[in-house]
């Protein structure tokens, strides 16, 4: 099937998608240190590496790779970075699945198709980290238990695991402290990116909901899978 451009709607797409990038990297701030406010252009470039990466390859591999190199290009934590994009996208999925459930598909918008039929499972892994999460920032029944469990390793092993769950329960404390500026963010962030499919919708000439499939209904696959 050929497909005739619209340039400027692929271009008005384009321009959504950046600032829509802008945007996450601005959120992804709400849930690190201060110390790394300072560090936007090497959060965007490992962003946008990350992206290209889930593009091609499956299970989601962009988040480590975007942990890795933005770790060690802004020279900060990997533990706190990863730890980080797991809360992040868990908030994404929770957002997702309200925002097609509730909002898209009911409206009219997409279709009730496949993009819903594991909404149920992701709904409860989501909700499963978060509550882990949170459990990790004030339950110290939660923290003994994990170090009994991690002392079972050497001491180099057992300090990387404590270090991932600490940092994990620090990212849930500065989740719950930025929650508002975290939502409002999330919220301007997925509205441009709605823009972005919308506009690419009609630069191509396809449909809305091939597009939302195209990327969402098979969320742990490649984009070329």
């Not at 965007?44 to 060690?72: D, H």
Request: aromatic content about 16%; overall charge neutral.
């Amino acid at each position: 099937m050929n497909l005739e451009i619209n340039i400027f709607y692929f271009l008005l797409a384009t321009l959504c998608l950046i600032s829509g990038h802008a945007m996450r990297v601005r959120r992804w701030n709400n849930l690190l240190p201060s110390s790394h406010a300072d560090s936007g252009s090497a959060q965007f470039a490992s962003l946008s590496i990350g992206y290209v990466a889930n593009f091609f390859i499956p299970f989601r591999v962009g988040e480590l790779l975007r942990s890795a190199v933005y770790s060690a290009w802004a020279r900060k934590d990997f533990g706190t970075s990863l730890s980080s994009i797991i809360i992040e996208r868990t908030i994404d999925v929770l957002v997702w699945v309200v925002l097609i459930r509730f909002g898209l598909v009911k409206l009219g918008f997409i279709l009730d198709s496949g993009v819903e039929s594991n909404m149920g499972l992701f709904l409860i892994m989501a909700g499963s980290i978060v509550f882990f999460a949170s459990l990790l920032s004030w339950s110290p029944w939660v923290r003994k238990t994990i170090n009994f469990i991690t002392s079972i390793f050497n001491d180099e092993i057992s300090f990387i695991f404590r270090h991932f769950f600490w940092t994990l329960g620090e990212v849930y404390i500065r989740l719950i402290k930025n929650l508002i500026v975290f939502l409002l963010n999330t919220f301007a962030m997925w509205g441009l990116y709605l823009l972005s499919y919308c506009f690419l919708s009609i630069a191509l000439g396809i449909n809305f909901n091939e597009i939302i499939g195209l990327f969402f209904e098979a969320p742990f696959s490649s984009t070329l899978i």
